[in-house]
């Protein structure tokens, strides 16, 4: 299946600061999603993107869809503590979905 | 309207035992997908079911994995024989059909599963 690319691995920031993530793929795919992970639980939906060049917004929260359909980007702007997590994209294209390796954000008070 | 549900959230099991982990996916999603996750690590892809159909197991060893989801209940993946290895956690995350315009998967809080 095809590979996504998850950048950056870590990061860690102060309190206040916008954070920015990226995914890309050598594939495309039709819909990307990005989900946060907190420890010991279950991945949660944050942001669905359906369309090439879209840019959705959820809270602090921004995604956009690349428009070759191979990339994808969220930002989080005034990061707060409880930011602090594992965030996945995942791309999807028909019934086949693959994650990225996640990036672990740490946010310094 | 429950959320997807998996148990047990906690396995322990010995070398050489059976692990039995079960998902029963939202309310009107026909489709599963069971991830594993090792710690510190993302989730990796085992195998994608419909009702009564394993439409993608290309993530599953072929040896000792098997996945199943009967036309009544829930979604079950079974280990044979553990391994110390197979310690992980197994998320599952179900959809919607894919005739409908929407691509989330929905997932639930994992079996964490120890092997002694």
């Known amino acids: 299946g095809q590979q996504l690319n998850q950048s950056p691995q870590s990061m860690f920031i102060q309190e206040g600061e916008d954070v920015s993530m990226n995914c890309t793929s050598s594939?495309?795919?039709?819909?990307w999603l990005w989900y946060k992970q907190d420890p010991g639980e279950g991945p949660v939906l944050l942001i669905a993107?359906?369309?090439?060049?879209e840019l959705t917004s959820n809270g602090r929260l921004t995604a956009q869809f690349g428009i070759t359909r191979k990339d994808s980007f969220l930002n989080i702007s005034a990061s707060i503590p409880s930011d602090v997590g594992i965030y996945f994209c995942a791309g999807r294209e028909n019934n086949d979905m693959r994650f990225g390796a996640g990036t672990r954000l740490t946010v310094k008070p | 309207n429950a959320g997807v549900m998996q148990n047990p959230r906690h396995l322990v099991r010995r070398r050489g035992q059976e692990a039995r982990l079960r998902c029963s996916p939202m309310?009107?999603?026909?489709?599963v997908y069971w991830y594993r996750q090792l710690p510190e690590e993302g989730l990796k892809f085992m195998v994608y079911?419909?009702?009564?159909?394993?439409?993608?197991e290309s993530g599953m060893p072929k040896e000792r994995f098997s996945a199943e989801f009967p036309k009544e209940g829930p979604s079950i993946l079974r280990i044979q024989q553990v391994v110390r290895g197979d310690s992980a956690a197994y998320f599952c995350?179900?959809?919607?059909?894919?005739?409908?315009?929407?691509?989330?998967?929905?997932f639930g809080e994992g079996s964490r599963l120890t092997v002694l």
């Open positions: 993107l359906y369309k090439a060049g």
């Open positions: 309310k009107g999603h026909s489709h």
């Open positions: 594939s495309i795919f039709n819909t």
């Open positions: 995350a179900s959809s919607r059909s894919a005739g409908f315009n929407t691509g989330e998967l929905f």
């Open positions: 079911l419909q009702k009564e159909n394993i439409i993608d």
